[in-house]
């Protein structure tokens, strides 16, 4: 395949590894607190909803900025972690954190609207069956939510796929390292000439968008008539 | 042998109800608001409340006192709900099989199929089920988890009369068969005829009455469904089919006369007369289309709020109860010890009042 330069295959493959990892690594978290945003009753539980729908309301750059001063080497936080070899300054992993945190919101939401639809009174049912607390869900919640997990996941991959403004500003716009998708395309409309390669790249993300959403809608249709037996 | 006691405060509503089943079914019966479905919650070990003791022959499942409450998981149950409650993301059989696979005792599966008919459904998913189909895999689910106890909350309130009659038939093996006891919620008349081996009959949280299903079902100051579902408990026996489309039964040496009931001649029956189904005559009626007429002699009366009283009437198949007029009562010349006679016409019987006994 030649139509793409190296170059822009390079920011192609980039982003998806970059979201990819993104979505599997913010998946666990994001089911946990959806969970607990669902079902659980806390103190601090309207803080919790607030700071996981931060990153939805607050300018990209100011996200970037934060997750800037508190992953680079010199902070505390940065600094401990590359004390222990892990480094997200600079780096396609940090450009994974900035994706992951940009649709962690997105991701969250659908699930936990899949997790209120599910009667608690069948996993009642399924208590008195003889099934414990990690059986039920493994069981019967978490079934009965695949489709609202699968949707949180692909609005999340897809959000990370166009992720620019808090990745740029966190990992900066290193060409093979955190030049993402977006963030190529923004390089290609900076240089004289590059309309032609941003014009590509535009191609590639719209089918990428395309392709995740028909997916979305296959998957959950065909879970949805599963689970539904209607 | 079921014990249970629970003290639980909810708000305005205080739910202090303690009693002792005997093995077989026992029916929680109630008007809704009266706390039955607070009481089979705390024997599931669903809800915990302030204090209690739920105790399965031998089996301590909560005593409060000892700060014991297991979790319902630990409670080896059967619950049948009256929703059904089927796991829509799992095909009937592998709802059957749920609770049977945490059991970890392996019952077979099939003697359940077949009791229950599910053997044409067992590859289908609950959403492709009717009604009554539903209830009976949530029976055989029940069945299945090998419990120690089946509880039921009224799990035939969502289904349609024709989905009643289908069902009950199965409740009444479940009693005559099941190993552990039944506990069993119901605001219905009829099922606790049919059903209960004891009833206990609760009231703004409290027990008012306990006994037998004849006894309770007599005494309109308890009967939670209201006058209209006073009525007698008559143990009874097929005596013959007739062509024309009748039973005969012989109740206590006198016969009585239904629609055609499928059970075989011989089979002991329990048939509920509604109190407002019966006329009384002092004289044998003769010229009368009701077949059903049974000389006794009047236990007591009773007068209740209104222009109705509610006679008590001793014959050779049981007591009999009809609700009357004070003015006919009075015109009759009815007090205890009074000869009379009930009359019954056959099709004033319900089907849904006939089961086995």
Redesign the interface.
Known sequence: MDWLSPAEWEAVRLSLRVSFWATVAALPFGLFIAYALARWRFPGKQILNGLVHLPLILPPVVTGYLLLITFSPRAPVGGFLKSIGISFAFNWTGAALAAGIMGFPLMVRAMRLSIEAVDP??E?????????RP?VFA??TL??VLPGVLAGAILGFAKAMGEFGATITFVSNIPGQTQTLPSAIYAFLQVPGGEASALRLVAVAVAVAMLALLLSEWISRRVAA????? | MLEVAVHHRLGAFTLDAAFEAPPGLCVLFGRSGSGKTSVINAV?G?MRPDEGRVRVGKRILGDTAQGIWL???K?????I?Q?G?L???LSVRQNLL??RW??GSLLPLDPVVEMLGLGPLLT?????LSGGEKQRVAIG??LL?DPGLI?ADEPLAALDEARKREILPYFERLRDEARCPILYVSHSAAEVARLATTVVVLQDGRVVRQGSAAEVLSDPAVTPAGIRAVGAVLEVRVAAHHDDGLTELDAGGLPLYLPRVPQAVGAPLRIRIAAQEVILARQKPVGLSALNILPGKVDSIREGEGPGALVSLDTAAGRVLARVTRRSAEGLGLAPGVDCFAVVKTVAIAREDVGTA
Do not use: D, I
């Open positions: 009174k069948l009642q049912a399924a208590a008195t069956l003889g099934a414990s059986w069981t019967v079934p009965m599963r689970v539904g037996g209607a | 599931a669903l979790p319902p998981h409670r080896r149950l059967g619950y709900f929703e409650r796991f829509p993301h749920y609770g945490f059991a289908r998913r609950p959403g492709a689910r029940a988890a509880l």
